[in-house]
Nanobody, 115 residues
Framework: QVQLVESGGGLVQAGGSLRLSCAAS?????????MGWYRQAPGKQRELVAT???????NYADSVKGRFTISRDNARNTVYLQMNSLKPEDTAVYYC????????WGHGTQVTVSS
């Protein structure tokens, strides 16, 4: 069992920035895992935001390309999501994920972007 703990959410004005962090409880598993960030807005389904492979290849949803950056630090068992130029439509609970939809999930961190 792996635990994922997110941090870094909060309230920010449109155009602002936030950095989310997700720490995994197991270094050995983290190093071999594809990691991802998902989000769920009120009344909507959970959607993929970004993923990063063990080789640090990245993939982004079209809605966040050019604004968000996913990265990982294997020495700290941590994956990050740098979010710039935030928009009100980015408001959601953001979830850290390991090994895809059938893998492990964090409890989520709220991001609220005011207009």
């Amino acid at each position: 069992q792996v635990q994922l703990v997110e941090s870094g959410g909060g309230l920010v004005q449109a155009g602002g920035s936030l950095r989310l962090s997700c720490a995994a409880s197991s270094k050995s598993i983290f190093i071999g895992a594809e990691m991802g960030w998902y989000r769920q807005a009120p009344g909507k389904q959970r959607e993929l935001v970004a993923t990063i492979t063990t080789a640090s290849n990245t993939n982004y949803a079209d809605s966040v390309k050019g604004r968000f950056t996913i990265s990982r630090d294997n020495a700290r068992n941590t994956v990050y999501l740098q979010m710039n130029s935030l928009k009100p439509e980015d408001t959601a609970v953001y979830y850290c994920n390991m090994f895809g939809q059938e893998g492990y999930w964090g409890h989520g961190t709220q991001v609220t972007v005011s207009s």
